[in-house]
């Protein structure tokens, strides 16, 4: 059974959920997860897999029941550090963490402004342009879907986003010469709805993208970190991001199964493998592997 709470920060109001148990018999940390542009709703097949875990999950401010005051729409990785922060002293931390995409780079903040927050940190496919080696074209890619959201709408902005994100490799002359793909292939509205507030399509998020990682202050963390990517985007953007953190940090990131999104629901509008991810998960966790 969850439980949902608010709390105030510095210019939001952030919900949280606590399944489970506070504090813990046993002692052991609230496992946490978080991801970005994705709120709690997105870790729901996942936590399920964690019956003997308090599981936490929150929704970034400004997203779902989060809301802000700090009259700004941009996603800053350091702001959502201090929401992340603050939910974790309200649930009694430490915990142990797991954060996805957005919420990979937001928890890389986190343990670098909070070092004493997290005992293992599971990052998980960060979207961190700076870091590749082709971090130039990857940028120039990032803007370019961005560009065509700008101009076409959400259902054009997403398909180019999903050619972007689905790119295997670095990002080539090849790359660059495609046409934007037909939204219509994907299942996606080729209406333009006039919006253009899409965190993930828009600028709001560049904060996230262009994080730079302070690896000194990461590696005298008493965290344990391990960075992770998916068997099936190993060579995608993200992914890519997640192995080269982990080379910074002098590691090799660790595979989990699926993709992306692979803690998603076996039944969901983009499949995962939730199941296989939890065990995943559950291993690292407890074993170090």
Known sequence: MATTHTLETDGAQIAYDVHGELPTADGTPPLMMIGQPMD??????????????????????????????????????????????????????????????????SALALVTAYPEDVRTLVAHEPPLVGVLPDAEAARRATTTFQEVYATRGWGAGMAAFMAMSNWQGPFTDEYFAQSVPDPAQFGLPTQDDGSRDDPLLSDRSEAITTYRPDVAALQAAPTRIVLAHGTESAEVMMARGAQAV?????????????????????DAQWPGQAGAFAVRLREVLTSGA
């Open 246 to 266: 982990a080379a910074l940090l002098g590691q090799e990131s660790v595979e989990f199964p699926s993709h992306h999104g692979g803690f998603s629901a076996e």
């Open 40 to 105: 709690a709703s997105g870790f729901t097949a996942l936590a399920s897999h964690f019956p003997e875990r308090t599981v936490v999950t929150y929704d970034p401010r400004g997203m779902s029941r989060s809301t802000r005051s700090d009259g700004l729409v941009t996603n800053d990785p350091e702001v959502q550090a201090g929401d992340i922060h603050a939910v974790i002293e309200a649930v009694g931390g430490p915990v142990d963490l797991f954060a996805s995409s957005g919420g990979a780079v």
